[in-house]
């Protein structure tokens, strides 16, 4: 098993370009998840999907767009790139489970994450 | 909105000495994970508490988790300088999502 993979490992766009992430599983995980990683913030959740077909916005959306046609792919585009945007991202995703309140996430598996420079 | 708050944020400590890394978070939650993430890497997955009073072990690192606190930790005996990371807490939100720490950046010192 590949586990999660990402691509491309690393890109540079200048400002106003447009571009997508590539997300992808082998372990039938129906959450999947894009976090955004900078320096002394940790990490933030930027969109989510609970199953295929499904998105959710994190803490940080805006700027964002995601699909998830394929239960197995988590797509993350940007549509007109920022300065602001520079960053690395991860991808992770995890199986259903139940807790005390009903479904809930497990443990979050981890791409390798793509750094991404917006000049 | 769920605040997960580390500390310290940074710490250096000599090889062969015990702390401990403290994680409080501002919300009722259930599910409090630990991560490890190498320089340049992604991260791995620790340990999943799921209970008040639960403890998780492997090695050198020791985990717990008081709800009621709303506090985990994350102890280290003995540090070995293969122990040097950072370290994240995330706590569950809402059943679907979590909430990350800024993390502690751990430097071992020989």
């Not at chain 2, 190498?38 to 998780?56: C, H, I, Q, R, T």
Request: net charge positive; aromatic share 10%.
């Amino acid at each position: 098993n590949a586990g999660v993979t990402q691509t491309p490992k690393f890109r540079v766009l200048k400002t106003g370009q447009s571009m997508t992430l590539l997300c992808a599983q082998d372990m039938n995980h129906e959450y999947m998840y894009w976090y955004r990683q900078d320096p002394g913030m940790g990490l933030r959740l930027i969109h989510y999907s609970v199953g295929e077909g499904t998105t959710a916005k994190g803490e940080v959306p805006d700027g964002y767009n995601v699909s998830r046609l394929k239960k197995q792919n988590f797509l993350l585009g940007l549509e007109s790139a920022a300065p602001s945007q520079t960053s690395v991202y991860f991808c992770a995703s995890s199986f259903r489970t139940s807790g005390r309140t009903g479904a809930s996430t497990d443990t979050q598996y981890f791409g390798p994450g793509t750094r991404l420079t917006v000049l | 909105e769920l605040k997960v708050e580390q500390n310290p944020l940074f710490l250096s400590m000599q090889e062969g000495k015990n702390y401990t890394i403290y994680c409080n978070y501002s919300t009722t939650s259930d599910r409090l994970y630990w991560y490890r993430q190498d320089p340049g890497k992604s991260l791995e997955s620790l340990f999943v508490l799921l209970s008040n009073g639960a403890v998780k072990q492997e090695g050198r690192l020791m985990a717990s988790l008081d709800t009621k606190a709303r506090l985990s930790t994350l102890h280290i005996t003995a540090a070995v300088h293969d122990l040097s990371a950072t370290y994240f807490c995330a706590v569950e939100v809402g059943n679907e999502k979590l909430t990350f720490g800024t993390g502690t950046r751990l430097t071992i010192i020989p």
